[in-house]
């Protein structure tokens, strides 16, 4: 007699979650499970004799008179023990048709929100839906049909979303201390960030990084963008901050009729250029919050000692984010050779207002014009026209 071990839940149903329980007993609606991870290699079930193991556990449903091993697709037996059922793939595990198999691409085949909770996948995923304000979803190549909320979604691959993303404000800081006891700094509210290439066709007030390229086909409004390789705006870029090191191309308009501050720097590592300014922040917030500490501790010695360990706390951390900036800025090196490179293609109106830096050199945009590209000759930004008018 055989009994199939199994290190996963066979009887899991995406479709019957339930919250779970964080280690102070609150119940978190975010985090549901929604799918079981497996990895290569992994060893997903165990083919154990019954005579030799006789307090194995027992689930009649697996039990076998003769050897059986339930193998299904993207599966196959363990190379050096044949009893044990191995992935071959990254995916996620689970039972069809009487065979253990493991697939490569999730199918959210709704919105992804309260029902299925964040989403932590090591495989691909399409959400046929939404992606749901407050949500997160993590994993390799990402297709998103709908929109993209207020959300954060991360790829170690390519994203591409059908219909846009929109967010709120990017940062969730409060001017008002008193009302941030903690003095951790929080992250954008919507980031959407890809190993690889991005492709979507509007944003508006969110946060993009992508290693590879960017595509927007339509327009970018009042964001702020980190790319390794190239960005491509066919419709308007308007407010915001673009960091990029390589072809910035806007075909529509460049810049905002009232003067929205629209800036685009390039000549950095923009992923290096980003910890510097995490670290910036960090220091910006700590500072605020020594201060505020401060303050409170000085009106008497009943307030001095309550805040004697978040102050001191508080001091520590400023010590160790400054450390890091002095770190970060001795390794902030430009690339001279590659700064005379970076171009800045506007192929139509650009508006006042705009500010364009490159490496060193720093060049606005004073009145209205057309068809320019910008780059860096001789230590200053200079322009060319692309066609006649």
């Known amino acids: 007699m055989y009994y199939l071990r199994h290190y996963f839940d066979p009887d899991f149903r995406h479709t019957q979650l339930s919250p779970a329980h964080e ?34 556990a027992r689930d009649s449903r697996f039990m076998y008179q003769e050897r059986h091993l339930p ?35 999730l199918n959210v085949r709704s919105n992804l929100g309260f029902h299925t909770g964040n989403i932590f996948f090591v495989g691909d995923v ?76 509007f944003c508006e007030r969110v946060q993009l990084r992508a290693r590879g390229n960017i595509i927007i086909d339509g327009s970018c409004l ?16 308007q407010g915001g901050t673009v ?55 000085a009106r008497n010695q009943v307030m001095e000692q309550e805040y004697a360990y978040r102050l001191n706390l508080v001091t520590r951390k400023l010590d160790v984010a400054l450390r890091k900036h002095r770190s970060l800025w001795a390794r902030f090196v430009l690339d001279e050779k590659f700064s005379t490179k970076c171009r800045i293609v506007a192929n139509d109106a650009v508006m006042p207002g705009c500010e364009i830096y490159i490496g060193r050199a720093f060049y606005r945009t004073v009145n209205m014009d057309f068809d320019l590209t910008f780059f860096l000759e001789d230590d200053e930004i200079r322009t060319h026209r692309n066609t006649k008018r």
Request: with cysteine; net charge negative; hydrophobic share 35%.
């Open 243 to 297: 960091v990029a090191n390589g072809l910035v191309y806007v075909e529509e308009r460049m810049g905002g009729e009232y003067g929205d501050p629209t800036r685009i720097m390039m000549g950095y590592d923009p992923f290096h250029f980003l910890k510097v300014q995490k670290i910036e922040s960090q220091i910006a917030y700590f500072r605020e919050r020594k201060s505020f500490f401060e303050s409170m501790s």
């Open 71 to 105: 193998i299904g697709p993207n599966c196959a037996p363990h190379s050096k023990n044949p009893d044990k059922i191995v992935s071959l793939v990254n995916g996620y595990v689970f039972y069809n048709e009487g065979l253990i198999s493991v697939k490569r691409l």
């Open 23 to 56: 280690p102070d007993g609150a119940v978190s609606l975010r985090y549901l499970g929604y799918v079981q991870n497996v990895v290569a290699g992994q060893v997903l079930a165990e083919l154990v004799d019954l005579d030799v193991h006789p307090d194995a």
């Open 126 to 201: 399409a959400v046929h839906g939404d992606v749901q304000t407050g949500f997160a979803l993590q994993a390799a190549n990402i297709l998103v049909k709908g929109h993209i909320e207020s959300s954060k979604v991360k790829g170690s691959g390519d994203i591409v979303c059908l219909q846009g993303i929109r967010g709120s404000d990017e940062s969730g800081f409060s001017d008002n201390p008193e009302k941030n006891p903690d003095i951790d700094m929080p992250l954008p509210t919507t980031l959407v960030e890809a190993g690889g290439n991005l492709r979507l066709p």
């Open 222 to 237: 009042h964001s702020t963008i980190y790319v390794g390789g190239n960005l491509v705006i066919k419709g308007r870029l």
